[in-house]
């Protein structure tokens, strides 16, 4: 019966420092503001799928990680994009480089940020090639290396 999620919602401390993030930074679509401190975003294509923010108190605030889809030819760039706005770029083992790396039981690329209440975000996309679990995790350099794919990042 489930076809996909439509929509997850975060909690913030400060709904417009939160707004200013997600609209500017992010670049996501305002879809409905609410007089309860919510606001709601289109993620993707309208209708498709939709992320709320609510303002809460501070000691209600719980970090959690959401993750965010985008395409192959879009996470080639996702790095500087991510940068010149400001955000400070981690990949799954925090090993102090910005390089995407590969989930191979999926296979999938991704590379994490924060939001301005600490919660850990992540561009992730599927790879076209066979699932690989026994690789682990890797870079995405060696991955295309291995799998001939021209997928090129932009640094």
């Known amino acids: 019966?489930?076809?996909?999620?439509?929509?997850?919602?975060?909690?913030?401390?400060?709904?417009?420092?939160?707004?200013?993030?997600?609209?500017?930074?992010?670049?996501?679509?305002?879809?409905?503001?609410?007089?309860?401190?919510?606001?709601?975003?289109?993620?993707?294509?309208?209708?498709?799928?939709?992320?709320?923010?609510?303002?809460?108190?501070?000691?209600?605030?719980?970090?959690?990680?959401?993750?965010?889809?985008?395409?192959?030819?879009?996470?080639?760039?996702?790095?500087?994009?991510?940068?010149?706005?400001?955000l400070q770029v981690r990949n799954f083992l925090d090993d102090g480089t910005e390089d995407p790396f590969v989930f191979g039981w999926m296979p999938a690329v991704s590379i994490y940020f924060s939001d301005p209440d600490g919660h850990s975000l992540e561009f992730i996309s599927v790879l076209p090639d066979e699932p690989q679990p026994e690789l682990g995790v890797v870079a995405w350099e060696e991955w295309e290396k291995n799998h001939g794919r021209s997928l090129k990042l932009q640094k």
């Open 1 to 86: 019966m489930i076809e996909g999620l439509f929509e997850t919602h975060i909690n913030v401390s400060d709904l417009e420092r939160a707004s200013e993030f997600y609209e500017n930074t992010l670049g996501l679509t305002l879809a409905y503001e609410d007089s309860r401190r919510c606001r709601f975003y289109w993620l993707g294509e309208r209708g498709k799928a939709m992320l709320g923010l609510w303002e809460k108190e501070p000691a209600q605030i719980i970090r959690q990680h959401y993750a965010f889809e985008t395409s192959n030819e879009k996470m080639k760039c996702i790095v500087p994009w991510l940068k010149e706005r400001g």
